[in-house]
């Protein structure tokens, strides 16, 4: 039997840390894929912020189930090493947190470029990454997210075959591959052997925002069905993006939010899993 234990990225319900948490308890949902607060993205908080959102946590009783970071989100010409400056940030608050997971992205392609021209490229960053990783004792979630090498089910394949292990699996948005272009159960037959985490939020080909799971093209029901019989246990992250979404975040808002998450409790409970 599946087991989804429910996480959130919460700053689509709003900026302010206090009332992340307290639209979330409402709906017994006790974890956070930390991507921003106050309008920060996690990688840009002071430590004394950092801080500050821990003890909030602590007291609410709340965990994260990973940070929710923006790593691999520049273009793959652009300089390297400041970008690992930042994963190493990453990293720390992994050790702050008492985490091991941390969300990446796989590069945007310059402009007037083509991916086989970057390619390699793309794949020398991604195992340097791993390899630190690796030496850290961190997980790296990849997410396919729209317009990065690892957007297109074949691409997602290519990473993960070559990287996937302790250190490197997927965390699969059926979402982002419809607003590509793809078949989402395309993405899931050539991601599901690497997929340890999943974020879910549902659309509709052509639309500006997503919507509730199951009333998208996201076959999140087929999804989950396959994933009870494979007997998954791990993280499932609602990121709706009912009120829109793009490269840094979406929006939802505390009176949707509640019903996202509803709509995949009631998907999970069809299929014969169990949440928490």
Same mark, same amino acid.
């Given at each position: 039997?599946?087991?989804?234990?429910?996480?959130?990225?919460?700053?689509?319900?709003?900026?302010?840390?206090?009332?992340?948490?307290?639209?979330?308890?409402?709906?017994?949902?006790?974890?956070?894929?930390?991507?921003?607060?106050?309008?920060?993205?996690?990688?840009?908080?002071?430590?004394?912020?950092?801080?500050?959102?821990?003890?909030?946590?602590?007291?609410?009783?709340?965990?994260?189930?990973?940070?929710?970071?923006?790593?691999?989100?520049?273009?793959?010409?652009?300089?390297?090493?400041?970008?690992?400056?930042?994963?190493?940030?990453?990293?720390?608050?992994?050790?702050?947190?008492?985490?091991?997971?941390?969300?990446?992205?796989?590069?945007?392609?310059?402009?007037?470029?083509?991916?086989?021209?970057?390619?390699?490229?793309?794949?020398?960053?991604?195992?340097?990454?791993?390899?630190?990783?690796?030496?850290?004792?961190?997980?790296?979630?990849?997410?396919?997210?729209?317009?990065?090498?690892?957007?297109?089910?074949?691409?997602?394949?290519?990473?993960?075959?070559?990287?996937?292990?302790?250190?490197?699996?997927?965390?699969?948005?059926?979402?982002?591959?419809?607003?590509? /272009?793809?078949?989402?159960? +395309?993405?899931?037959? &050539? $991601?599901?052997?690497?997929? *340890?985490?999943?974020?879910? =939020?549902?659309?509709?080909?052509?639309?500006?925002?997503?919507?509730?799971?199951?009333?998208?093209?996201?076959?999140?029901?087929?999804?989950?069905?396959?994933?009870?019989?494979?007997?998954?246990?791990?993280?499932?992250?609602?990121?709706?993006?009912?009120?829109?979404?793009?490269?840094?975040? /979406?929006?939802?808002?505390? +009176?949707?939010?509640? &019903? $996202?998450?509803?709509?995949? *409790?009631?998907?999970?409970? =069809?299929?014969?899993?169990?949440?928490?």
């Amino acid at each position: 039997m599946a087991h989804f234990i429910l996480s959130a990225f919460a700053d689509e319900i709003s900026s302010d840390p206090l009332e992340q948490i307290n639209v979330l308890a409402a709906s017994n949902v006790n974890f956070i894929e930390f991507r921003s607060i106050h309008k920060t993205n996690v990688l840009d908080l002071s430590d004394q912020q950092i801080s500050d959102f821990k003890q909030l946590l602590d007291e609410n009783g709340f965990g994260l189930s990973a940070i929710g970071s923006p790593i691999g989100k520049i273009k793959v010409d652009q300089p390297f090493e400041p970008h690992l400056i930042r994963f190493q940030r990453a990293i720390y608050l992994c050790g702050v947190f008492g985490i091991k997971n941390i969300r990446v992205f796989s590069y945007y392609l310059p402009e007037g470029n083509e991916w086989p021209k970057w390619k390699d490229e793309v794949f020398r960053r991604m195992e340097k990454k791993v390899e630190i990783a690796k030496n850290a004792g961190v997980v790296l979630l990849h997410e396919n997210e729209h317009g990065i090498y690892g957007d297109s089910p074949d691409r997602v394949h290519e990473l993960l075959s070559r990287f996937s292990g302790d250190h490197f699996c997927a965390a699969f948005d059926p979402a982002n591959y419809v607003f590509c /272009g793809y078949d989402a159960w +395309e993405g899931w037959e &050539k $991601a599901r052997d690497y997929t *340890k985490h999943f974020h879910i =939020k549902d659309w509709v080909a052509n639309e500006k925002h997503g919507c509730l799971a199951g009333t998208g093209g996201g076959k999140i029901p087929q999804i989950i069905c396959d994933v009870q019989a494979r007997g998954y246990s791990g993280f499932a992250t609602l990121e709706p993006h009912l009120l829109g979404g793009g490269p840094t975040g /979406g929006n939802t808002g505390p +009176e949707l939010f509640p &019903k $996202a998450i509803q709509a995949f *409790k009631d998907i999970v409970t =069809k299929a014969g899993a169990t949440f928490a």
